[in-house]
């Protein structure tokens, strides 16, 4: 299993931004999937973004397509999720999670090996 922590949540003005942290207790992340997966309350977990280490390929949800970015840093096994023009409906519990046995097609389901602790994040005024 890897270990995995989140940080930077917190509280942002709707069109506010805020840059989500993974770090993964481990010397490499190949051959796997990482993904950032939300939760409200009184609804299900969704996959937000995620990003196959093995060819560096990413996938988004449509609710954030061209305002969040996943991205990683190999040196740092940290990856990351920038998030633009936050919305009051960006409000959730973001969760990183990780597996190394995933088809690309099902990266969106919530059925991972491993889960960071979560991080809150609130989009309010």
């Known amino acids: 299993q890897l270990q995995l922590v989140e940080s930077g949540g917190g509280l942002v003005q709707p069109g506010g931004s805020l840059r989500l942290s993974c770090a993964a207790a481990?010397?490499?992340?190949?051959?796997?999937?990482i993904t950032w997966f939300r939760q409200a309350p009184g609804k299900q977990r969704e996959g937000v973004a995620c990003?196959?280490?093995?060819?560096?390929?990413?996938y988004y949800a449509d609710s954030v397509k061209g305002r969040f970015t996943i991205s990683i840093n190999n040196a740092k096994n940290t990856v990351y999720l920038q998030m633009n023009s936050l919305k009051p409906e960006d409000k959730a519990v973001y969760y990183c999670?990780?597996?190394?046995?995933?088809?690309?097609?099902?990266?969106?389901?919530?059925?991972?090996?491993?889960w960071g602790q979560g991080t809150q994040v609130t989009v309010s005024l």
């Open positions: 999670a990780a597996d190394n046995a995933r088809d690309a097609g099902s990266w969106w389901l919530p059925i991972y090996d491993d």
């Open positions: 481990r010397f490499t992340l190949d051959d796997y999937y």
């Open positions: 990003i196959s280490t093995s060819d560096g390929n990413t």
